[in-house]
């Protein structure tokens, strides 16, 4: 079974800043998707952005980027200019190719960001 | 366009009571699904439904069972409720896209205590 690992529980980030989540994954699978999801307070979860493990571009979206290194089974997020709406936390997802729906989720980061 | 609803946003029952959590999306979209988040912890899968008509267990279906009711709605029943099931539960639905790519895009959550 596939496994997601976010071994930063907390991190705080100041204004403008830019910080970078970690999330590493086990997978013996070589066709599958990652995701970035954003939950602030009010519960609803966000698409932040999506990587495809057969793209060996890291995706990019706006202020948010991945550094995704397949071989080493590790997908981190950057978030560049961080905004006080960025606080939240943060879920790493893993999903199969061939799984449709079924995704793992890491335990979340929670991300403070301060004025 | 209202994406994913659900009710009640929170609710509080007594062990042995039994409440259906109701969903519905306006996405014309065929999957569905029912995660549940502990505190401190990422979503896990309860049950999916890749059509109308079908279902399929997750990772933790005990105690749970769920109604693909048409395409639009997807329910989620405790039977008898117990107080391990306190938790946020989120509704999700996805698009298929070409490639198999897939964004699921979540309801709200509903709170459930169970005292």
Known sequence: ?115 | NAGVTQTPKFQVLKTGQSMTLQCAQDMNHNSMYWYRQDPGMGLRLIYYSASEGTTDKGEVPNGYNVSRLNKREFSLRLESAAPSQTSVYFCASSEELAGGRETQYFGPGTRLLVL
Not at chain 1, 10 to 38: G, H, N, R
Not at chain 1, 73 to 102: E, H, P, T, V
């Open chain 1, 1 to 115: 079974a596939q496994t997601v690992t976010q071994s930063q529980p907390e991190m705080s980030v100041q204004e403008a800043e830019t910080v970078t989540l970690s999330c590493t994954y086990d997978t013996s699978e070589s066709d599958y998707y990652l995701f970035w999801y954003k939950q602030p307070p009010s519960r609803q979860m966000i698409l932040v952005i999506r990587q495809e493990a057969y793209k060996q571009q890291n995706a990019t979206e706006n202020r948010f980027s991945v550094n995704f290194q397949k071989a080493a089974k590790s997908f981190s997020l950057k978030i560049s200019d961080s905004q006080l709406g960025d606080a939240a936390m943060y879920f790493c997802a893993y999903r199969s190719a061939g799984n449709a729906g079924k995704s793992t989720f890491g335990d979340g980061t929670t991300l403070t960001v301060k004025p």
